[in-house]
Each structure stands twice: as structure tokens, then as C-alpha cells.
């Protein structure tokens, strides 16, 4: 998403973080329910730090991860976003789509309302050819959404996360989705 520009569904306001978001983003960051498919947890300095550093990451690539906004509660109930893999894998260099929210709004379909929502912004605005998404086997209700979006797994292309310390072995491996701006296009054709 770039600088500036705030994308709106149905449901979400979908826009840049701001000083006042800390204390939700380092709950997002740090909560042991959202963060167990990952080998880390922020505290509040670190939270503070990555939250610099995404708008720097916006104002480089033109787009990345962004908080997403009840517009009825005006409440943030997670982040969302693209973002260039930062990584080397097989499948680099690529954009990614991602998500995670607060677990008292799962299961409502935000995820794939936003996600839907950045796919159509990645394709036509952004130019993009192509968008991957990833996450550990486990977690199935990331992948559910990466389905309901329209992307396809691709056993092919599935790795081992660069960095993960042997005590969270189990979180090393990741299975990739992919979706092309080609396959977008007739899938939303189709739907017409």
C-alpha cells in the first residue's frame, strides 16, 4: 500500500500505522495465541521499532504491511498487508500477502475480506505479476484464507523459513501459495 493511501472494503479501513497504535501492534506482536506459528514475541521497545521501521518500508518499496480498522469501532483489529519477501528462497524475489488479527475477531471473515481487497490493489495498482503467501502446515486457518482468496498451493515451491533456531524446528517448515495477475484476472472474469 503506498504511502498515503488508505484502502477501504466493505467492513475495514485498511491503513498506515500510527504512534497511537503501539499498544494494539505490540499486542499483535507479543500475544501467545497469534504468534504460536512463529518463533518470536515482541516486547514493547521492539513492537516500537518495527513500527518505525514499516513506514520506512513503505516510503522504500511503495507498499507493506498496514493496520486494519473496524470502520464501525474505528477499534484496530490487526495488521495486513504486501511486502517484499525479505529472504532468499526459491521462489525470491517475490511480494507477500499477509495478515494476522486479534483473536476475537476470528473467524468473521476479515481476513479474507482484506486480503481480497489488497490482491485487487496488488494487480491493478501496484502493477504486481505476481503475489505469494506462506505460512507453517499447521496453521490452517491461514491457508483457508489463502484458498478463499484464490491462490493455489504449490508443494513445489514449499520450504524451510531461513533462521528458525533448532528449538522451534517444528515452525522451520512452510508451504507456499501463489496467485498471478493472470489467474486473478479470470478468476474475477468468471465471478462477473
Known sequence: MKAGVTLETRRLLLRHWRADDLDIFHRINSDKMMMRYFPFRRDILQAADLLRRLEEIIAETGFG????????SDEVIGFTGLARV???????????IGWRLVPEHWGKGYATEAANSLLHHGFTCLGLTEIVAFAVPANAASTAVMRRIGMRARPDLDFDMPGI?????HLRRHVLFSLSQREWLAQNNANK
Request: proline fraction near 4%.
Open 165 to 169: 533456531a533448532d528449538e522451534y524446528a
Open 86 to 96: 525479505r529472504f532468499e528462497a526459491s521462489f525470491t524475489p517475490a511480494v507477500e
Open 65 to 72: 504491511w498496514c493496520a486494519a480498522v473496524d470502520k464501525q
